[in-house]
């Protein structure tokens, strides 16, 4: 008898006949022998509603406070859920994060997990009920309440996972699993079967948004065997381990794009040890999130540093250059908007150099211009025209043959 | 500069307005040089949604789980009420019931307090900060969260005002202080400048409502000085205390009455030792709460027992009579509903040995037939028809003097 840590988010447990079904599925799972803990969100749109009970005090709530605020909402969803699994007969109780004994950093609004003191939901596990924790949130060693941050109740399920020696970590969510791309944009994207911690954490990066990047990162880092499938529909998900059970030969194992990317160049900059570093300290320090960053090959004085961001910051970033002109010394600022990023993901690109040539060859041959690239050991970025986005998705996907893998069996 | 703790209700923390306007009467008090600290119930009627949430899944939801959904009330209010402090730039910090140290037995939604850890508290007044804390609630030893039944807050007020040696505690309500009865009914009905602790407890027991039984109790424990006063109106309330500062003469001091009474009588039951006994036992463990209890002098066999309930507890109270008809061997049930109580109140009778002779006088004068009678040291209980109690409680106001009474200057 194992034990299995399942996660709802907020769409899962979103109105009293949603958190009924979560209860069934919750159930299924014990009756096939398995200790469970569930770890669930907030209710739908409740954290919405109680952000813009804050937003009629404060235009800035403070951090704390707000941590204080949005807790409220998990607490309701665990009582909520123990409820529906007593009416059905199930022994059940509910923990907050505090309870649960999630210790975080002493920050709020976006705190890590620092240890996790499993020895009350062990001993409600070992009396036989089914424990349900309150995602999202922790508490400091000084008794303060902190959230984790977007995706935090993917960790705390992650870190419970790890830290009970779960078998494995069930993250239902309102899709199916992981896609080779966004099956709302091309419609042979196909649904994986397993995909490595590595490509995970690209595609995640990459804003495939089905798991937390950190998420991810906690499962690799304690070896937590992840799996991603729908609290409605009754299907095998998507497996997220260690390089096991993987399709053959599939070098690319996932494409992910993103709309509204600005290229900003930053043209005549002194071509010094300090240059870069003035440049990117001073943009972070306004919080600018630069993504991809280009700076050309150059043996004069001068030279010239492109970089992306998302296009809502333009206008901030442009402020914040121009306030910084003289410190930085740049003779000139261009930008570029209505761009997007498109990746390829796999970590079967690490033995196969030619993957980066075939995917710009792919572009080329239907006409799509690359405006920048960026590779690292599992993917490669291009950033091209918006309106060549949703094509070069496409024609990625059948170059690399994502639709027609023949799946093989998983034991999951 | 001495700690005030004010208490502000579910009413007057119904809205985002009414939340500003409570920050803005906290200020005030800052202002004149006190330390505050402050509890506040749930907004208005968000423990009325919780409650519709639970019963959307569970008829007869645990105990335990109604209270981790109900205490999500206050968090919300006291993060809610920093924030608003905080944006009229004033140092304050919000604190659960555990984070406050409101240590109470091992019982879920009717928990006493059994401690007060006032460590978190002092440090951040000693530090200059407003602390805000979440009522009605607290915590086990064990670390489970525990409410403390019906006027909660009010207790948690009064217990944080003890154990903080405050000056004062104020209770803040959508009433303007404690009257000589309800001036809903009675056009001359007074506001007490003082009352003293068992008055009120007389009071508060007869349904007067403004303030919870098991706060004055805690309020004469430890004698913390109380002020019930209105949330919206800017004049002086109500003073609890010792037997101090009272108007002069004053026998009677206040006059409370309710409706939908309905009395029992069990008759021809054996006169035996554990008759009387055997039968509220049963009815309590049958959660009927029994009010006046009348035996009938009597030196044969059978005796009559009559006691009053209230109405909406008739069918179950003569169901449970009736199962247990063979075991309390009576012979027959009679009941009469559609009757009131109305009861005097002042701890002036002591010495006054004439005044529940007065009050008979006054009814029976008017015509108004009494069927019962209830005495204690300080207060004197009559039923009567219900068609009677509000001429009742008029006469009586106006015999007793209760509405022209001078009032001498308080010094609050």
Chains 1, 2 share one sequence.
Not at 51 to 67: C, T, Y
Not at 110 to 115: E, K, L, T
Not at 333 to 354: C, F, Q, T
Request: glycine content about 8%; proline content about 2%.
């Amino acid at each position: 008898m194992g034990i299995v840590v399942q996660k709802f988010g907020g769409t899962s447990v979103g109105s009293i006949e949603r958190i009924k079904n979560v209860a069934n599925r919750v159930i299924n799972t014990v009756n096939n022998g398995d200790k469970v803990v569930v770890v669930v969100s907030a209710m739908g749109k409740s954290t919405d509603e109680l952000v813009s009970l804050a937003k009629g005090i404060s235009q800035k709530p403070s951090k704390r406070e707000m941590d204080m605020l949005l807790t409220t909402g998990e607490q309701v969803t665990i009582s909520l859920l123990v409820m529906a699994l007593q009416e059905k007969g199930y022994d059940a109780v509910s923990l907050t994060g505090w309870q649960a004994g999630i210790i975080t950093e002493p920050c709020h609004s976006d705190a890590r997990i620092n240890n996790f003191n499993e020895t009350r939901i062990s001993s409600h596990l070992a009396a036989g009920k089914i424990v349900i924790v309150a995602g999202f949130q922790g508490v400091t060693d000084d008794g303060e309440i902190t959230t984790l941050g977007r995706g935090g109740s993917d960790t705390t399920a992650v870190a419970l996972a790890a830290g009970l020696k779960a078998d494995r970590c069930d993250i239902f969510t309102d899709v199916t699993g992981v896609f080779t791309t966004d099956p709302r944009v091309v419609k042979g994207a196909r649904k994986l079967s397993s995909i490595s911690y590595d490509e995970m954490l690209e595609l995640a990066n990459l804003g495939a948004g089905v798991l937390h990047p950190r998420a991810v990162e906690f499962a690799k880092n304690y070896h937590v065997k992840l799996s991603v499938r729908s609290s409605m529909v009754e299907e095998e998900g998507t497996i997220i381990e260690e390089e096991v059970s993987m399709e053959e030969n599939l070098v690319v194992r996932g494409l992910a794009f993103e709309s509204n990317v600005t290229k900003i160049s930053v043209c005549s900059m002194p071509n010094n040890l300090s240059g870069l570093s003035n440049l990117f300290t001073t943009l972070a320090a306004n919080n600018i999130n630069v993504d991809i960053i280009i700076q050309n090959v150059s043996e004069s004085e001068n030279t010239n540093i492109s970089f992306s961001i998302h296009s809502e910051k333009l206008a901030e970033t442009l402020e914040v250059l121009e306030a910084n002109r003289k410190q930085l010394q740049f003779e000139e600022v261009r930008y570029e908007s209505g761009l997007a990023k498109v990746s390829i993901v796999g970590s079967g690109m690490i033995s196969n150099p030619g993957v980066a040539g075939q995917m710009f060859k792919v572009l080329s041959d239907n006409g799509i211009f690359i405006k920048m690239v960026s590779t690292s050991e599992i993917k490669v970025s291009t950033v091209l025209d918006q309106s060549d986005m949703v094509k070069a998705v496409e024609v990625l996907h059948e170059a690399f043959d994502l639709a027609n893998v023949k799946i093989p069996q998983i034991n999951a």
